[in-house]
């Protein structure tokens, strides 16, 4: 796969669940390393968002800490980086290892 490929996927991976289910299947055989990386990352933001989004007020600070970790994972996909957002990214690496 291409670099130009991998940087679409990765970052399509954070465009909203839909995103991350189209890159997810549209390179399900030809998936690389970064491209898994992302997609781990950005459902591990996503679903984490999900759950805290309903605290009242906690949530929604949460939420905008949650969206600042979005927008660094989202820039480290279109400058090629594979490095994990601050505080959760090892955490989400760890739990969905079966993403590859």
């Known amino acids: 796969m291409h670099k130009q490929d991998e940087v679409l996927f990765g970052t399509l991976s954070y465009i909203t669940i839909l995103g991350w ?3 997810l299947l549209a390179i399900r055989d030809r998936r690389t390393e970064f491209v898994s ?3 781990r990352q950005a459902l591990g933001i996503n679903l984490t968002a999900m759950l805290f989004v309903w605290i009242p007020v906690l949530g929604w600070i949460l939420g905008v800490v949650l969206f600042v970790f979005w927008i660094i994972g989202l820039l480290n996909a279109i400058q090629y980086r594979a490095e994990p957002i601050p505080i959760f990214g090892n955490f989400f690496q760890r739990i969905f290892e079966g993403i590859r």
Do not use: E
């Open 21 to 23: 289910v189209i890159a």
């Open 37 to 39: 990386f992302h997609l």
